[in-house]
């Protein structure tokens, strides 16, 4: 199963990957940080980086 990796450099901390997933994402300090990369089984991850408006979340081997 792909997990999610976020781009802290991209990242404009808008929240919507954690009102999709909150038990993937959370935001600390106005970025976004993956919490739990397994959690992706109970939520749509792909669907918060689709999201993502500046494309800041990948989804990886």
Partial sequence: MKK???DFDTCV???S????CPNVFELRDEK???INPDGC???DC???ADV???EA???VD
């Fill in 4 to 6: 999610p990796v976020v």
């Fill in 13 to 15: 901390g808008c929240g």
């Fill in 17 to 20: 990957c954690a009102e999709l």
């Fill in 32 to 34: 976004a940080y993956v």
């Fill in 41 to 43: 089984a109970t939520c």
């Fill in 46 to 48: 792909e669907a918060a």
């Fill in 52 to 54: 993502c408006p500046v």
């Fill in 57 to 59: 979340i990948s989804m």
